[in-house]
T-cell receptor, first 115, second 114 residues
Framework: NAGVTQTPKFQVLKTGQSMTLQCAQD?????MSWYRQDPGMGLRLIHY???????DQGEVPNGYNVSRSTTEDFPLRLLSAAPSQTSVYFC??????????????FGPGTRLTVL | AQSVAQPEDQVNVAEGNPLTVKCTYS??????LFWYVQYPNRGLQFLLKYITGDNLVKGSYGFEAEFNKSQTSFHLKKPSALVSDSALYFCAVRDYGGNNRLAFGKGNQVVVIP
C-alpha cells in the first residue's frame, strides 16, 4: 500500500491565484480530512469527509473548498490564494467515519507559500 | 469542545535519560486520546492511543503513556531516550459529535542531547 499520498510537495503561488492540492489513499478508508500546520498552533482542521459525496467544515474552512467524488480522492481547492494561507497542509484518513477508535494516517504534506 | 493542552514548548533530555512529554485534556464524556510524532519534513506518525482499559498504554518505538482520569492527563513517556527520538510530538483528543475529528495540541519539540 502507498498509504496517503499528496501532491505537490511544494508550491509557490501569487496572491489571487487558485490551485488544487491532491490527496489520495489506497486503504479504502471512509474518513478523510485536511489540516493546516502553522508554527505554535498545532494542526487545525480545515474540512473533512465521512464518505464519498459527504463533506463538512472543520475549524478553519474559509477560503477552501473540498469535494469527495470517490472513496480514494479528497482534493483541497484554494479559490483565491492569500498570504494568510501560507502553511503546511496535511491530508489524513482513517478506517471509521464514526467510532473515533481508529488512528489517522497522514500524508507527507504540501508546503505552500503565497506571495 | 474537546481540547488538549501541551504546556511545554520544548523538552530537552540527555540521551539515556527518561523522557516525559506532558498532555492534559478537557472533554465531556469518555476521552479517546492519541499521541503522534512528526520527524522533520515528514507527516505525522501514530504512536499510541487510549480508548478504554488499562491506564498504561504501550505503543511504537518503546513509548508508553499513562492515562490519569483524576488529573485529566495523558503523559507520554520513554524510559531511555535516543537521539533519534528528537522530533515534534502531538497529543490529540477525539472531538465532539461522535465522529472521527481530532483536536490537536500545539505540539512539543523534544531535543535529545547526545
Amino acid at each position: 500500500n502507498a498509504g496517503v499520498t499528496q501532491t505537490p510537495k511544494f508550491q509557490v503561488l501569487k496572491t489571487g491565484q487558485s490551485m488544487t492540492l491532491q490527496c489520495a489513499q489506497d486503504m479504502n478508508h471512509e474518513y478523510m480530512s485536511w489540516y493546516r500546520q502553522d508554527p505554535g498552533m498545532g494542526l487545525r482542521l480545515i474540512h473533512y469527509s465521512v464518505g464519498a459525496g459527504i463533506t463538512d467544515q472543520g475549524e478553519v474552512p474559509n477560503g477552501y473548498n473540498v469535494s469527495r467524488s470517490t472513496t480514494e480522492d479528497f482534493p483541497l481547492r484554494l479559490l483565491s490564494a492569500a498570504p494568510s494561507q501560507t502553511s503546511v497542509y496535511f491530508c489524513a484518513s482513517s478506517y471509521s467515519k464514526t467510532s473515533g477508535y481508529y488512528e489517522q494516517f497522514f500524508g507527507p504534506g504540501t508546503r505552500l507559500t503565497v506571495l | 469542545a474537546q481540547s488538549v493542552a501541551q504546556p511545554e514548548d520544548q523538552v530537552n533530555v540527555a540521551e539515556g535519560n527518561p523522557l516525559t512529554v506532558k498532555c492534559t485534556y478537557s472533554v465531556s464524556g469518555n476521552p479517546y486520546l492519541f499521541w503522534y510524532v512528526q520527524y522533520p519534513n515528514r507527516g505525522l506518525q501514530f504512536l499510541l492511543k487510549y480508548i478504554t482499559g488499562d491506564n498504561l498504554v504501550k505503543g511504537s518505538y518503546g513509548f508508553e503513556a499513562e492515562f490519569n482520569k483524576s488529573q485529566t492527563s495523558f503523559h507520554l513517556k520513554k524510559p531511555s531516550a535516543l537521539v533519534s527520538d528528537s522530533a515534534l510530538y502531538f497529543c490529540a483528543v477525539r472531538d465532539y459529535g461522535g465522529n472521527n475529528r481530532l483536536a490537536f495540541g500545539k505540539g512539543n519539540q523534544v531535543v535529545v542531547i547526545p
